[in-house]
């Protein structure tokens, strides 16, 4: 997916377009400052800085702010005022947009449609923020939507992806029991998607903390065309617990271990050049 699919453009114009339209910013911050989610000093009056000051606190002190916050949306999501639930929905969507951006990158296949994939992964999304059950699964919001989000695509996507009761079982063989099986999940797609681009097969339980950055950032810049599939599995394979030394790697490539080197170096250097337009679409 080298370029950003129509539908996400679209989204995110539509939310510029939200958040300067009169009386919603305020709608979300009564509802964030009633639930005491936020003091009113904590709370700018702007709609899109106050998502980006929601999003930094739960970064900051954990998933039980994410759950607060998401909570208090889907209670209006569900509380059957048409017009506020609206507006619940769609900031709650623009909130789990990276997340469903992250899966369709995932899931796409060669061959494929990229727009047809955002489509389905949108849709998805859509139905999990108007249908999740908040009444009955008031913990672990934050997981809960992101779970239900990856079922669904799961079961969607069945000519991409295995079906989602083989992966399911893959998933509970794999994740010890006090694992978050959304993450889990998101790292079964990742391990997934890069075997297929023709990176080192990697287990789902390895792609945690820096070596699961590693190989997400490789896969956008495989799909950006920044690097070779050559050159990004040379770093992949490189890069990791027990990596050959470069002499051994060197013969099985049949090159010397200072051109090995050099490749390497090249490639690393494309890698970093490019790094902070990944995290600012991360």
């Known amino acids: 997916m080298s370029a950003e699919p129509t539908l996400i453009t679209r989204l995110n114009t539509e939310w510029e377009w939200l958040c300067a339209a009169h009386g919603n910013a305020d709608r979300v911050r009564s509802w964030m400052l009633s639930a005491g989610v936020l003091n009113a000093d904590q709370a700018p009056a702007a709609l899109d800085e106050l998502c980006v000051v929601l999003r930094e606190r739960a970064d900051r002190d954990g998933a039980a702010v994410s759950d607060a916050w998401m909570g208090v949306l889907l ?94 079982e893959e998933l509970l063989a794999a994740c010890p029991g006090d694992a978050d099986p ?42 950006r065309e920044v690097l070779t599939s050559q050159a990004a599995a040379g770093i992949c394979d490189h890069y990791r617990e027990g990596a050959p030394q470069d002499a051994e790697a060197a013969a099985a490539l049949g090159v010397s271990p200072v051109a090995l080197r050099r490749r390497r170096s090249r490639a690393v250097a494309r890698l970093r050049e490019v790094v902070p337009q990944w995290v600012e679409a991360a």
């Open 182 to 223: 959304s993450l889990a999940a998101e790292a079964a797609l990742l391990a997934r998607a890069a075997a297929e681009a023709g990176l080192r097969p990697t287990a789902a339980g390895e792609l945690e903390g820096a070596r699961g950055e590693l190989v997400e950032i490789l896969m956008w810049a495989l799909e």
């Open 75 to 168: 209670q209006r999501v569900g509380a059957g005022d048409e017009r506020n639930a609206a507006l619940a929905a769609r900031v709650l969507v623009q909130a789990m947009l990276p997340c469903a951006q992250r899966m369709m990158r995932r899931s796409l296949r060669d061959g494929e449609c990229g727009e047809d994939v955002a489509q389905l992964v949108v849709a998805s999304l859509w139905e999990v923020v108007l249908t999740y059950p908040i009444a009955r699964r008031p913990r672990k919001v934050a997981t809960g939507l992101r779970l239900e989000l990856w079922h669904r695509v799961s079961r969607e996507l069945t000519r991409e992806l295995a079906s989602s009761e083989q992966l399911d």
